[in-house]
Structures are given as C-alpha cells and as structure tokens.
C-alpha cells in the first residue's frame, strides 16, 4: 500500500535527512537498509527473522519472479506479501538490472529489451509496460520504473542516448501502471557525467513519481568517485518530501557516504551473500570465519552484536557449520549481516538527531576499515 | 547426564511401551522419534526450531564430528550442548555405522577397522576406546558402543563371527568409557539370525549398560521382514527398565511396527532428507511438492499439521523455493517432516494409552499408504 515520507530532521553539517513513514500502523525511520529477497525470501531467512534484525521494507526482484515462479501465480496467491508472508513494506525493482547483467546476448531498441533467460535461453522482451504490468500483478508496495543500465565505460554519446531513452521508458511505464495501492518510484541514470544527472533528474521528477532512486552506481566498473558524484550530481534536482533511494549499495563507508550526500534507503544482496561465503561485519572490520584462528575462538562473531546468532553461538561453531557446508552456519551470518547493516543504519540516524554525522563516520571508519579486513 | 527410563504402561495387545524420563527438569515421552544432527545441526534448522516442533532427544555423530570440528574442539567448547546451543538430550552414535558405509576401503581386525577419510582420503582407524573416548569427550548424554555392521547379504558364518567380534568390542568399550555423567548403550547385531540375535543380546544384556539398541536393520539391503524379525528376536532378551533403541530407522510404518514390538527410540535422516529433496509426510500419503500442480496450490502442505510451515506458507511458495533452489524451502518441510513424525509418535502414545495400536496402525496405514504416494 502507498505511504507518505516524512522529513523529520535535516543533518546540521551534511545533506543527511532523518525521514519516517507509517505503513500498516508501524512507523518505519530512514536512513534504512533494505535486504534484498531476489525470489521472494531474502535467502535462507524467515520473515519473523528479518523482523527481529528490526527489517523495514524488503526487496523482491521482477525479473527473477517472472520467470519463476511468474507474476499471474503470486498475483492468484494474493500478492508478493501473502505468497512470501511478509507484512513489512516490500519494493520491487524493474527487472532492469538482471537484464543488464544476467542476460545475455540482448538487443536494445526503442520498444525495449529482447534478451534470452539465464535459466533456460528462451527469448525473452521485457518492455517498460511489461515491467509494470508484472509488478502489478506481484503488488509490492513499491514499484520501479525500467531503465537502461549501462555500464560506467559508457561513452558520453551512449549515455546521453540511453538517459533520454529511460526517460522516455519513464513515462511510458507511468502511464502503464494500474495498481493504485502501488508506488513507482523514477529512476535517475547518466553515469558519471554531471549534466546527464541533471537532465535525467530534471525530466524523471518532471513526470512526478512517488520517490527517486539513483541508479547506475553499481553496475559494472563505478569507481567509489564515480558513485559519490553520481549522488551528489541527481540529489540536487530530486525533491525534498520524497524518499531517495541508491540501488544496490550495501558496503558500510558507502552507506554512510550515501547518508551524507542526501540518500534514505538502500539496498544490497552483500549481507547475505557475505554470509553464505563466511565472511562477517564486525565494529572492528571484516573477519572471515573460515580462518583457522577462529577454530577454537568460543567468543562471539561481534561482542558488541544484539543478534541471535551473536547471543546465541560462537565463531568456532559458525566456522564448524560454514567450512562443512551446513545451511545453519549462513543462516546464522546472515541473521548477523543483515543485523549489522540495519544497526549501523539506527546508529547514523541517532548520528543525525544528534548533528555529529561526520564524527561518527571518522570513527566508524578508523574501527572498522581501520582494524580486521579478512 | 544421566536419567532413568520409566515404564509407564504397556500396551494391551502388542508389545508397545509408554515411557518417560526426566531430563533437566523436563518430563520427556517415549516411545520417541529422534531428528538426526549429523555434524552438530540437525540440517538448516535452529535448537529452538527443534523445540517448536517438540523434539526430544537428538542425534550427533561422532564419526562426523571427529573428522570435522574433531572432539578437542567440541570438549573446549565445554560439549557438545554448548558448542551447538541445544539444552535437551542429545545421543552420539559410535562411528560404526559411518566407517562401514562411508568409508571405504576398510579393513576390519580385532583391535577395530582401519579405513580412509571420506573427506580427504587419509587413512584413520576407529577402535572401540576410540569410539569411546570421542563420545567421551563430545559429551554427549548418551553414548554408543562401538559394533561392526555387516551387511544383510553376510553368511552365517560371517555374522557369527561378527556378532562375538561386536560383543567383544563392546566390553572393551565400556571398560573405556570414563565420562560419568554420560550413559553407555549397547549394540544388539546378528543380523536376521534368530539365535545370533539371541547370543548378542544375552551377551550384551551381561555387560549391563545403561540402555540398548537394535542395530543391522537399516544398513543396506534389510528388508522389512528382516527388520521386524531382528527386533522380534532381540527384545526377548532385553530387560524392561532399560530403552530400547532401534538404529536408523524412520519410514512411518517402521516406527509404528517397531513400537508395536517393544521399540522405544527411533532414529533417522529420512524427514531432513526427504525436506531436502522436496518430499513431505502428509496424513494422506507423501507428496512431492515439486510436481507441477502444486504450482498454484495455496494451501497447506498438510491441513492437519500444527507446524510452523503449515501454519503459514503454501505449497505454492515452498515448491517455488524448492524449485528455485532457496534453502527456506528445505527448512519449511525439515521443520514439517519433522513435526510430522514426532506427531505420529504423540498420536502412538495416546494410541498405547487407549489399548487402540492395532486399530490405528489399521487407520494409519489405509490413509497414509492407501493415499498420495508421489
């Protein structure tokens, strides 16, 4: 169902912006941290699960849930939220991203893209109406429009052709959409060439859409620069009472980067995907389970952790659990990823209350990138 | 730690037996079923997941857990109830079963059996203090004799020897277990030999351990009526105040023939195993959540199910995660399949309450085996 952003608080030394809603009675704050349930379970968890790590909106992924289990069977299964069992607020991206990076070969034209399933090579055409409809159907609270994603080697001619063309798939996909308990956020690309940000900006609010997310930034070859003025090139142009959000950033620094330059959610499969490869967010930087050090390490994952792995389990069971391949040992980091994302996300908002967002990320910074990195 | 087994009641028509113990303050009822945790988890679920489902006793497994974290590990964690965070029973087996279906080549001599790592190749041997000595240090409320498993096809002869080798290393493992606060049950072998049967039990039986188990049923090639006869020819010989174990076995007409003959605990990988796979207990036969109409299937794996995965997820959404490969799909019908047996042996002991075993095997068995079996 739609929600309205509230501005609470705008940061006294940054861009950073203290935001809320209210969805099904609950009030959620951003900054948040969405995890990401590509196929509509974030992997390996339950939603009681996430809603103990203090989970806010979710991701689900149109492309993924197209081709299985498809759109009509989660719309006869009343919706992403009953078919998952979720009653948190879920998003929905476009498809638009997988098509770019999973599917290969594709073929771009005005209509949209022709490309062949990663699962079984069928030809498939995802146009910016056939997004929309599909997120229709799995009814996410939040619905994205299509867009081009081009990679950061794009040349300036490229990008500039293919920004005028997401915008122009930008309203085709709102005059598409037909589900009025829905959102559509637009999206802003142009790469790292600041007057493209500013031209798609400028044309996707014109078209006003619910919220504005800022893509591009983790496709394939951003350098950290090319992400920062990506931001701070679109920010400028997006208005004030809508939620900004950065797709696909999970990385501690970039998070905190993001809150500085103005963004209020974000979204990223690294905690998760960290987990299922052993890897753990700790407050002193990134350990590795898998490292004979922590065979006999009876001690937490991360002492400071509020988590039930954290308060339940030892690194050398984790480790036991991980290196024999046994589903508990990710479960358990992903419990723990998550968490940490997610409580950094309360720390900076309590950071921004507090107008002392750059102290906390110099100290965040000199603990965490400053100590284990495994 | 220790407890004693109470007979409470035995059945007016068969030879099945209402239990119970006490265990941390908790009153526990047999006869049980007992979910196996290989490598110190019982696969993709959390201890309290275990509890939700009502489980009692579990498994671990020295051969497993010697190899992978190895038992110096689990002792300086403090055992294995605090290495995997789980407070109720927990039983090891003796590594017998493992080494003589694992590992192979193996070569068997009176001292025990030298054989290859399943995981690396090296060459170990497993002895009878070995056994015990790792059980000893898993600590592990019960521990296993170590016995050698013959398969069905063994010569008499063969068994014979076999069976006198097994009570011969059972003697030399309990004079090696040096864990007080553990309990020490013995192998009952002999395969479908009515008097070897008879020798290992009385054999056994004079060695005065503190439960004992049926094994050789359920290692490769046994039939039913060998199982049932492999029981029939060991209870006899077995004294009533002690538990009586039947190894490896789970198959729901198993656990119902095996109470009907004096059976007390059963153990197996079937429900995890099955999950995995996609298969599920229902009360109307086993399904296959996988099969195509399932797709759009928005009930309940099992109406009648109490568990967690019935109470909230449809068959549709867990063949999507099984189909997708998402491992929320294998812990929604572990927890199920779980549950279900552990149902099946709350209903066999209000069943043995009644004096009504034989009519609900009857009912059981037309509903269940006369239904789904896909």
Redesign the interface.
């Known amino acids: 169902m739609k929600f309205k952003y509230n501005l609470e608080k705008k940061e006294a030394h940054t861009k950073a912006r203290l935001g809320s809603f209210i969805y099904n009675d609950k009030k959620y704050m951003t900054p948040m941290f969405m995890p990401v349930g590509t ?3 974030v ?4 939603p009681e699960e996430l809603k103990e790590v203090n989970s806010g909106i979710i991701l689900a992924n149109t492309y993924h849930l197209w081709l ?2 498809g759109e009509d ?1 989660v719309k ?3 919706g992403l939220h009953k ?3 979720y009653d948190g607020p879920i998003l929905t991206d476009s498809g638009g991203f997988q098509v770019f990076s999973l599917a290969n070969p594709r073929d771009i034209t005005e209509e949209g893209v022709t490309f062949k399933s990663h699962l079984n090579g069928d030809k498939l055409m995802l146009t910016p109406e056939k997004s929309i409809e599909i997120q229709n159907k799995l009814d996410s609270d939040i619905a994205m429009s299509f867009d081009e994603c081009p990679p950061a080697s794009a040349t300036y001619e490229y990008m500039e052709k293919s920004v005028k063309r997401t915008i122009r798939w930008a309203k085709r996909g709102k005059e598409a959409h037909k589900n009025e308990q829905q959102m559509l956020f637009g999206i802003v690309q142009g790469g790292a060439y600041k007057d493209l940000r500013k031209l798609s900006a400028e044309e996707t609010v014109k078209l006003d859409f619910d919220g504005y997310s800022i893509g591009g930034v983790a496709n394939d070859g951003e350098s950290k620069e090319d992400m920062y003025h990506a931001i701070e090139y679109s920010i400028p142009y997006l208005p004030e009472d809508k939620i900004r959000y950065l797709m696909g950033v999970g990385e501690p620094i970039d998070l905190i980067e993001g809150v500085i330059r103005g963004i209020d959610i974000f979204d990223c499969v690294l905690p998760t995907r960290l987990a299922r490869h052993g890897h753990a967010f700790t407050l002193k930087g990134k350990i590795n389970i898998k490292n004979a050090k922590y ?2 390490d ?1 001690t937490p994952v991360d002492d400071a952790c509020d988590c039930y792995a954290c308060k ?3 690194k ?2 984790i ?3 991980i ?2 391949n ?3 040992g ?2 358990l980091l992903s419990i723990h990823n998550i968490r940490f994302l997610i409580r950094l996300m309360e720390d900076i908002r309590e950071a921004i209350k507090e107008d002392r967002l750059l102290e906390f990320k110099e100290q965040f910074v000199k603990d965490y990138y400053g100590g284990i990195n495994e």
Chains 1, 2 share one sequence.
């Open positions: 196929l509509a379970t992997k390996t968890l339950t299985r289990p069977i006869e299964a009343g078919f998952m069992n065979k006999k009876f339940n389990y030892t050398a069971y480790r036991h659990l290196t024999a046994e589903t508990l990710a479960r």
